[in-house]
Nanobody
């Protein structure tokens, strides 16, 4: 079983930048980032496949960048121009295929809090 550990969350003001990292205990074909705002369901943020293909939710495209280091079993999410609506617990996930649904992923991290103030 793959274990995932997120890091890099924190508190910052709108317009700032923050980088998240997720270290996995083993390799996965696809890795993604999801977030769960207070009182809401988990929502897709970004994902990256084994070939480097990426997909983003429209609300973060152009601001967030997902990348991975396959050799290190690590996925990153660079978040720029952060907005208050980006406030959420961010989770990384690992699975077999590039997808945007939580049910398509097999393993999940504990999550890291990102809070953006206005």
């Amino acid at each position: 079983q793959v274990q995932l550990v997120e890091s890099g969350g924190g508190l910052l003001q709108a317009g700032g930048s923050l980088g998240l990292s997720c270290a996995a205990s083993g390799g996965s074909s696809a890795m993604g980032w999801f977030r769960q705002p207070p009182g809401k369901e988990r929502e897709f943020v970004a994902a990256i496949g084994s070939d480097g293909s990426t997909v983003y939710v429209r609300s973060v495209k152009g601001r967030f960048t997902i990348s991975r280091d396959i050799a290190k079993n690590t996925v990153y999410l660079q978040m720029n121009s952060l907005k208050p609506e980006d406030t959420a617990v961010y989770y990384c996930a690992a699975g077999t295929v590039l997808a945007d649904l939580p049910t398509d992923y097999d393993y999940w991290g504990q999550g890291t809090q990102v809070t953006v103030s206005s």
